[in-house]
């Protein structure tokens, strides 16, 4: 198979250790070694081995509020040492973390605490009013736990009573199956609501095992961490790598241009992991070419197509070649440029130690030859388990021979690089972000002056793709662009809300009544922007 050289599990064969595992054997290794370091209030510094004593801490909390194996316990906090230490905690105890967006509006929020059925959910102090309403609707919500991350004493208090066995002591980590469910992580489709990818233990341990040996991860690394911790990028590749590694991560709450490039020149950073509209920002900033990166040894770009003219200005004005690499929710991480070796613009590498890549014809699903476009399948131990509780979607999604289709176009070059070149689901991504164009959709027509309407990605300067609504009216009715705007920013989260929409007389539909799509695109985005 085309790929990395083989790694210690090529094949998938060769299960590597737990991701909670190899994060024990550094608290042995490196107990003084600062883990965790917040760059902006409240600070706070933790080594491993207060890291761990913490986790076992907060585990024991849990415990203590009926936690169980198997259970799934939600959380929607902002950036901070509550929600890693919960995260890290439930995932300990064999129960399901589901890390949720900050921006879902109650409506969302309702949904994917109701689908999940959580038992216990943690959200921020400043939510309350917004979500308390809906709360009572959810019969299988034992609990809900509002906390205030700007003073970290309320939650030492919190957990305060919980005993905290040492490393190695009986009931200290609940022995997990690779096959068990670790995390959900809900994503959209092209129909129908969210679904919550199943991530099991084993996903999380090849995944980082692959990525470890690709970017050649040392416990002496610093990551810099801007990325939201609530998806795969920022949780797993970023967060999970550098606890795997025994690194040290120094965390900003939010993104903020000017003091990543400061931090960045500082000296003390050696990895950096961000999508493409992270680092236009940082092209964009006038003093941009100012910066020295040189002691940055590793910088990614992932979650989105990194555009050519950010790889080209990241070599003018850093001297620094991106490395772009391919992943998704369902499959971690799949494909990356090599560390040693070409960086190839326009390409996301080669496939990962124990990650499997083919190309299918989309309709016929024949094994495509190099050269040719077709839909990307994977087949690895980063493959998902299924959607919870949606054995049909599961079922959908996988080929009859157990590949995972992504959705995405592309072809193999002859010497294994892997080149993206569109999506045969209908998505949107925007600033990294998915996007499903139906969710969309259902919000809009819910409002009477819509009589139709097609939501398409406009390509974006910023955000790589923009978020359009193209809309007819109901006879006589009359409403702005603000109004929908309003109105879908009240029932989705902003990111998905579009940012411009478009009226439209009629919309192009095919002899099925289908709309255009395409045609659509071709008419209303705006050429070269
Ligand atoms: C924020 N906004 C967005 C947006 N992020 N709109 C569209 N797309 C987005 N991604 C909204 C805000 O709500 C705000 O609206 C307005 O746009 C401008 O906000 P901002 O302050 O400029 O944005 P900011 O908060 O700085 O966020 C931009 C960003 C952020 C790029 C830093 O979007 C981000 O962190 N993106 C990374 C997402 C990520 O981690 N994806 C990984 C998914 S995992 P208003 O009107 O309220 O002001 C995955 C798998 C893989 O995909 O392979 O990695």
Same mark, same amino acid.
């Given at each position: ?207 980082? @095992? ?104 990241? @070599? ?199 709309? @255009? ?13």
């Amino acid at each position: 198979m085309i790929g990395y050289p083989s790694g210690s599990h090529s094949g998938g064969k060769i299960s590597p250790m737990s991701f909670l595992d190899s994060f024990v054997e550094n608290v042995r290794k490196y107990p003084d070694k600062v883990a965790l370091e917040f760059l902006d209030p409240p600070l706070q510094r933790l080594t491993y081995a207060e890291l761990e004593e913490q986790v076992n801490r907060t585990a024991r909390y849990l415990q203590s509020r009926g936690v169980q194996r198997g259970d799934r316990v939600a959380l929607q906090l902002s950036k901070c040492i509550e929600f890693i230490l919960l995260h890290l905690a439930t995932v300990r105890l064999g129960a399901i973390s589901l890390p949720l967006n900050l921006a879902y509006p109650p409506d969302e929020l309702k949904y994917f605490l109701e689908d999940s059925a959580a038992k216990l959910f943690f959200a921020l102090e400043t939510s309350k009013e917004k979500i308390q309403p809906n709360l009572s609707q959810l019969p299988e919500l034992k609990e809900c736990v509002f906390l205030n991350p700007s003073s970290p004493e309320e939650f030492d208090s919190l957990i305060a009573g919980s005993q905290t066995p040492s490393v190695g002591a009986p009931g200290y980590s609940i022995a997990s199956d690779f096959n068990d469910t670790a995390v959900i992580i809900y994503t959209s489709g092209t129909t129908g609501r969210p679904k919550g990818a199943e991530i099991t233990h084993g996903n999380l341990a090849s995944n980082l @095992q692959s990525l470890h040996e690709a970017w050649g991860w040392t416990p002496d690394d610093v990551l810099l961490h801007v990325l939201p911790i609530f998806h795969v990028h920022g949780l797993f590749v970023a967060l999970h790598g550098a606890l795997r590694a025994g690194a040290t991560t120094l965390l900003m709450r939010e993104f903020d241009a000017q003091r990543t490039l400061d931090f960045l020149s500082s000296g003390r950073c050696t990895v950096f992991m961000a999508v493409p509209t992270i680092h236009k920002r940082l092209l964009d900033l006038p003093n941009a070419n100012q910066f020295d990166l040189s002691r940055v040894r590793l910088i990614t770009s992932g979650s989105d197509r990194l555009p050519d003219e950010t790889f080209k200005g990241f @070599q003018q004005t850093f001297g620094y070649t991106l490395l772009e690499r391919y992943g998704m929710t369902e499959t971690g991480m799949n494909c990356s440029n090599p560390l040693n070796g070409e960086r190839r613009i326009g390409s996301v590498g080669l496939p990962l130690p124990g990650v499997d890549v083919r190309i299918v014809n989309a309709e016929t699903r024949a094994v495509l030859p190099v050269g040719e476009i077709g839909e990307v399948e994977i087949r690895g131990p980063n493959v998902f388990k299924g959607y919870w509780r949606q054995p049909e979607k599961t079922a959908e999604s996988f080929s009859p021979d157990g590949w995972f289709k992504t959705g995405d176009l592309g072809y193999l070059e002859p010497d294994g690089y892997v080149t993206l070149c569109g999506r045969s689901k209908d998505l949107i991504i925007s600033g990294g972000l998915n996007v499903y164009p139906p969710e969309v959709e259902r919000v809009l027509v819910e409002h009477a002056a819509v009589s139709a309407c097609a939501v398409i990605g406009c390509p974006d300067a910023e955000w790589g793709e923009k978020v359009t609504a193209v809309v007819t009216l109901t006879e006589g009715a009359s409403v702005s662009g603000e109004e929908l705007i309003r109105f879908c920013r009240e029932r989705l989260a902003p990111y998905k809300s579009p940012k411009s929409i478009v009226f439209r007389e009629s919309l192009p539909r095919n002899a099925m009544g289908k709309i @255009q799509k395409a045609q659509l695109r071709n008419e209303v985005c705006q050429p070269g922007c």
